[in-house]
């Protein structure tokens, strides 16, 4: 929370967008907002994309931050962001930070949170796992010492059997029944103890398929783990568009190998060291699996790729995406699968064939979409830079 401020905007959207805004401020050492009132600016904006006009939404301020995860229940929104984690209370508009000056919060980063049991979990930015015993009111964390794979995590989700899965940026963790507590249900699973079939060890994302399957989103491709084997599959097999198909369309023209030699090693690995800007098929950013056991994942720059098992189908922004970055997929209680790109959040239409896009001039609070968790009153709250969006009445 680097601006030491959370602002909300409340937003009432109609056709041609009126906006008017009101603040509610507060620093974050304090658990509740103060209210002040403020003048209300009046401005429209051109609504051109085909999306219901009766969309209702606020907006809330966090500062300098990516919004990389968020989970509601109840009145709670657990907000991740890279100033720490916000728990807001939509009865009062009260929140509270918890941070690295919380024991048992190692890193303000927060890549994920969410709820197993009685506990909300956070995979945080070089902290490791920090767990948060709701009615005991105390943080503990995991790290190296207690088995983790890498400080660096990613995803965590609890399975049908009951065992609880961790991504991270080395490998991926299997704890058996999901008991932290016991050294012995920790099982750490990487490149070089699969043999490859984890085909790399920076892991994004994690999915249970059908029959126990568990999905992997990697820097290198797609995996399966069954019954104690891997598979994976790479761009050679299907997975992410092509370059002639979407280089007129790349967003972001700096290439990621010129800063950093883990992105220039990988590029060279995979055969992509021509390419000059911010592409990479291979590279899952996120994942999803629908009811049917059909597994959805977002790359960097290749756009949205479809698996079935069997064949691989890639959408782009020929096919009416908003971009080719896919930096989150989200799987609703309805069934829908919900994209969110580096400039704006879509859906695939009724018809089937196309998609419906949200942007900011629907509600977003901006065009980058990293996160989103539906509530109990079938509205949504959606991540971005800088902020948060609550939206009602999507159709």
């Known amino acids: 929370m680097s601006q030491?401020?959370?602002?909300?905007?409340?937003?009432?959207?109609?056709?041609l967008l009126a906006m008017a805004t009101a603040l509610i401020a507060c620093s974050p050492s304090e658990t509740n907002t103060t209210t002040s009132s403020g003048t209300a600016n009046a401005s429209t904006a051109q609504h051109k994309q085909q999306m219901p006009s009766n969309n209702h939404f606020a907006q809330f301020e966090v500062g300098n931050s990516n919004v990389k995860s968020i989970h509601a229940e109840g009145h709670y929104v657990w907000i991740g962001t890279s100033g720490g984690v916000i728990r807001y209370d939509t009865r009062d508009d009260s929140y509270k930070v918890f941070d690295n000056k919380v024991s048992g919060i190692l890193s303000n980063g927060i890549f994920h949170v969410s709820r197993i049991d009685e506990r909300i979990y956070l995979g945080t930015y070089g902290g490791g796992l920090s767990v948060y015993d709701i009615s005991a009111d105390k943080w503990k964390n995991y790290n190296i010492p207690e088995g983790l794979a890498d400080q660096f995590v990613y995803d965590v989700k609890k399975v049908s059997?009951?065992?609880?899965?961790?991504?991270?940026?080395?490998?991926?963790?299997?704890?058996?029944?999901?008991?932290?507590?016991?050294?012995?249900?920790?099982?750490?699973?990487t490149v070089e103890n699969t043999d490859g079939g984890l085909p790399n060890p920076w892991?994004?994302?994690?999915?249970?398929?059908?029959?126990?399957?568990?999905?992997?989103?990697?820097?290198?491709?797609?995996?399966?783990?069954?019954d104690g084997s891997w598979v994976n599959w790479k761009h050679d097999d299907g997975l992410g568009a092509p370059y002639d198909v979407v280089k007129e369309t790349i967003q972001f023209t700096n290439d990621p190998a010129q800063a950093s030699s883990h992105h220039a090693r990988q590029k060279a690995e995979q055969g992509l060291s021509d390419v000059k800007v911010a592409y990479n098929p291979n590279y899952i950013i996120s994942l999803a699996v629908d009811s049917q056991g059909v597994v959805w994942c977002g790359t960097w720059g290749g756009g949205l790729a479809r698996f079935d098992g069997k064949s691989w189908r890639n959408y782009t922004t020929v096919d009416g995406l908003p971009a080719n970055h896919i930096f989150m997929l989200h799987r609703a209680p309805n069934g829908r699968i919900w994209i969110g790109t580096s400039n704006g959040l879509a859906y695939f239409n009724k018809q089937g064939s196309g998609f419906s896009v949200l942007t900011r001039a629907d509600g977003l609070y901006a065009d980058n979409v990293f996160s989103m968790s539906d509530a109990a009153d079938g509205s949504v709250w959606i991540g971005s830079f800088g902020g948060v969006a609550h939206i009602s009445n999507i159709q």
């Open 203 to 226: 892991v994004y994302g994690l999915e249970e398929g059908l029959n126990g399957d568990i999905w992997f989103a990697t820097e290198d491709g797609l995996a399966r783990y069954r």
């Open 161 to 189: 059997n009951g065992d609880i899965w961790i991504a991270t940026w080395s490998g991926v963790n299997r704890i058996k029944g999901g008991v932290l507590e016991d050294p012995d249900s920790w099982q750490s699973f």
């Open 4 to 15: 030491g401020w959370i602002n909300k905007r409340v937003i009432i959207a109609t056709g």
